[in-house]
């Protein structure tokens, strides 16, 4: 079992940033790859990035990259979403999430898929305004 724990959400203008931390325990977390996904009201849960287990790929979706950085920090087993230039539509919950370790390793073909996530926090709210 892995449980996760967001922080780092809260309210902020257009423009500003927002870093969001994703904390890890029961399980190794060298070894757990992890996703960031948000979902914003009455819309469906969207892929934002992720990282491999090594750190070595990191992965965005168009509407983020260049804007957001995913980055890990194994002693503290922490993943981090710091989110730049932010915007209204990047207002919602955000999510992270990690799949087991029998789960295949991430590349731009899965990264994506809810499926492959089996563990998940239970979600931040930001909220970007005007």
């Known amino acids: 079992q892995v449980q996760l724990v967001e922080s780092g959400g809260g309210l902020v203008q257009t423009g500003g940033s927002l870093t969001l931390s994703c904390t890890a325990s029961?399980?190794?977390?060298?070894?757990?790859?992890m996703g960031w996904f948000r979902q914003a009201r009455g819309k469906a849960r969207e892929f934002v990035a992720a990282?491999?287990?090594?750190?070595?790929?990191?992965f965005y979706s168009d509407s983020v990259r260049g804007r957001f950085i995913i980055s890990r920090d194994e002693h503290k087993n922490t993943d981090y979403l710091q989110m730049n230039n932010l915007e209204p539509d990047d207002t919602a919950v955000y999510f992270c999430?990690?799949?087991?370790?029998?789960?295949?390793?991430?590349?731009?073909?899965?990264?994506?898929?809810?499926?492959?996530?089996?563990?998940w926090g239970q979600g931040t709210q930001v909220t970007v305004t005007v």
């Open positions: 990282i491999s287990w090594n750190g070595a790929d990191t």
């Open positions: 029961g399980s190794a977390f060298s070894i757990l790859s």
């Open positions: 999430a990690v799949p087991a370790p029998t789960e295949p390793a991430l590349t731009s073909s899965n990264v994506r898929s809810l499926s492959l996530y089996d563990y």
